[in-house]
């Protein structure tokens, strides 16, 4: 066990490497899937169809094919119409792209899951549609999305281990080569293991703290708990503030809220 833990030591500097390559993957996937998942998000429940038909096509399409397939593409077959691109850029454009796919139906679906009473009141207040979505649906449709958004980054996180297929060496290759220094599959990739983990935990930590601040920008937010604590929400403080309470209390807890 002490050669492993040798090996392990000796194989920090790469490990290392290997997290930072796994970090831009993840953080410029993220990015490109979230302004993905806002345009497609949007165009998909566009009452127009040459917004809604082409979003429609491109979500099914990035959420019908695999991953694995578009990295291959991008990387692979790409090249073979002059088309060159590094490999780090490929895999942010087809994560990116992936679970955009995905995040722009949970975009839509928050969107469509405000009050209607919400809609209606920012209506009667004559607000033009960017300022209506802005001021009064965005907020409230954010609290609501942020959960899933979460999950789907996680995933793209998971999703990076895939990168070797195009010569990245990220966490996945890294650990692979532990193991091979070690012979010892369970001990390498169980370090694999507890990186990956690392790195999913802090991203649900943030993830909930933005969770919080949105919800109490609403005048929603649960009260603050432990690290490992257990947040329970009461429904009628969870519960969006009505339309017609517009006149007061909507503009202090936050101005999100007609």
């Not at 993957?25 to 998942?37: K, N, S």
């Not at 942020?146 to 890294?174: F, Q, R």
Request: charged letters at 15%; one cysteine or more; aromatic letters at 10%.
């Amino acid at each position: 066990m002490s050669d492993n833990f040798d090996a392990l030591i000796a194989a920090l500097p790469d490990l290392r490497s290997g997290v930072f390559i796994t970090l831009q993957l993840t953080v410029g996937g993220v990015v490109l899937a979230f302004v993905i998942a806002i345009v497609l998000g949007l165009g998909a429940r566009s009452p127009r169809w040459p917004a809604r038909v082409p979003s429609r096509i491109l979500i099914e399409f990035f959420r019908g094919t695999s991953l694995l397939v578009q990295l291959f593409w991008f990387f692979y077959v790409m090249p073979l119409f002059g088309i060159k691109l590094d490999a780090l850029l490929c895999g942010v454009l087809a994560l990116g792209l992936n679970y955009g796919a995905y995040a722009a139906e949970v975009v839509r679906g928050a969107i469509n899951s405000v009050p209607k009473g919400q809609w209606e009141a920012a209506t009667a207040l004559s607000l033009s549609p960017v300022r209506k979505l802005r001021k009064i649906i965005w907020p409230q449709a954010w609290a609501i999305m942020i959960p899933s958004l979460a999950n789907l980054a996680v995933m793209l996180l998971k999703g990076t281990a895939v990168a070797y297929i195009i010569l990245m060496h990220d966490l996945t290759w890294e650990t692979d080569q532990l193991r091979q220094t070690t012979g010892n599959t369970f001990f390498a990739y169980g370090v694999g293991m507890i990186g990956y983990f690392l790195i999913a935990y802090l991203m649900v930590l943030g993830a909930n703290a933005l969770e919080r601040h949105a919800k109490r920008r609403l005048g929603q937010g649960p009260p603050k708990g432990g690290l490992f604590s257990v947040r329970i929400t009461d429904k009628a403080t969870a519960a969006p503030m009505p339309a017609a309470n517009a006149g007061g209390g909507g503009a202090g807890a936050g101005g999100g809220v007609v």
